[in-house]
């Protein structure tokens, strides 16, 4: 048992040391300032370990492909994914990027696809909820191909600056479903297909003889009728001879276009039944046309 004298001349030590302690650091300021800076630093690597932890608690997949001719695919299942492929070195031609995340209970994937230049293919497939996809081309000819389907999902695409001869093939279907489309250049054009319902889309294109048209339509229609089936639509179109070609077939649907510009052609028909006189061929049901990575 210790005795109360030993147990007061311990805490009177303690308290020495701490008076000599603090006489030090006066006699010598920079020690302070130097274990000022090393705790800092502790702090700021701990911090930083655990942001990166909870970063990578989610399961991440990235490629990096610098030149021509590449290929980079990615898929994913389960869900909260995060992908992404970047093909990009000042005159990159002919690359391909594929991301799938299709697993039917999958929800919260990110897909983002940057590609740069000249005759470039993006394709995204996606299902389930809460998912998001972002494309980036710039350049000339590139492709982008996207096929969403789920609910509370997003879609952005950005074709520019100055981008000429690129097509969206753009295919959503499920449930608050939303899209913007962004084309900047000459003779762009964006195949639309949204079906289910409580579906946002915007699209803009700048500059000349771009056009909103539907998917398929063979050689002797090679621009048939959109379908879209959602509650909102925006198209703005600013330039010459641009060209929209639309069948929306919700009741109370809402089909926002403004044309600004000489020679511009705009075409719309909204019904709320498939099966009615009109001189087009009504766009088949995205329900009833098959996508990698799961039927629809």
């Known amino acids: 048992m210790l005795r109360m004298g030993m147990n007061i001349r311990v805490f009177s030590t303690s308290y020495r040391g701490m008076v000599c302690y603090k006489k030090f650091l006066i006699q010598y300021p920079f020690i302070n300032n130097l274990i000022e800076k090393i705790m800092k630093r502790i702090a700021f690597i701990v911090v930083a370990m655990f942001v990166t932890a909870m970063a990578y608690a989610q399961p991440h997949a990235d490629i990096t492909s610098l030149g021509n001719?590449?290929?980079?695919?990615?898929?994913?299942?389960?869900?909260?994914?995060?992908?992404?492929?970047?093909?990009?070195?000042?005159?990159?031609?002919?690359?391909?990027?594929?991301?799938?995340?299709?697993?039917?209970?999958?929800?919260?994937?990110?897909?983002?696809?940057?590609?740069?230049?000249?005759?470039?293919?993006a394709e995204i497939t996606q299902g389930g909820l809460d998912n998001t996809t972002?494309?980036?081309?710039?350049?000339?000819?590139?492709?982008?191909?996207?096929?969403?389907?789920?609910?509370?999902?997003?879609?952005?695409?950005?074709?520019?600056?100055?981008?000429?001869?690129?097509?969206?093939?753009?295919?959503?279907?499920?449930?608050?479903?939303?899209?913007?489309?962004?084309?900047?250049?000459?003779?762009?054009?964006?195949?639309?297909?949204?079906?289910g319902e409580d579906g946002d889309l915007n699209i803009l294109q700048r500059g000349t003889g771009n056009k909103v048209v539907g998917i398929g339509g063979g050689f002797f229609n090679p621009d048939p009728y959109g379908y879209f089936m959602g509650d909102h639509l925006d198209i703005d179109q600013i330039g010459q001879e641009n060209t929209v070609r639309l069948w929306s077939g919700v009741a109370g649907a809402t089909v926002d276009i403004l044309q600004n510009g000489n020679g511009n052609t705009a075409t719309v028909y909204q019904t709320a039944t498939p099966t009615f006189n009109a001189p087009m061929q009504v766009p088949q049901n995205p329900n009833l046309m098959g996508g990698p990575g799961f039927p629809w």
């Open 69 to 121: 001719n590449n290929t980079a695919t990615i898929q994913q299942v389960a869900g909260e994914n995060w992908a992404f492929i970047m093909q990009d070195l000042g005159m990159s031609e002919n690359n391909t990027a594929t991301i799938i995340q299709s697993y039917g209970n999958s929800e919260g994937n990110h897909a983002n696809i940057f590609q740069t230049m000249i005759d470039n293919v």
């Open 134 to 195: 972002t494309i980036n081309q710039w350049g000339i000819d590139n492709f982008a191909k996207v096929w969403q389907l789920g609910e509370n999902s997003t879609i952005t695409i950005n074709q520019h600056p100055m981008s000429t001869l690129n097509t969206v093939d753009f295919r959503q279907n499920g449930i608050n479903l939303s899209a913007v489309i962004d084309q900047y250049g000459t003779q762009n054009k964006v195949k639309l297909m949204q079906g």
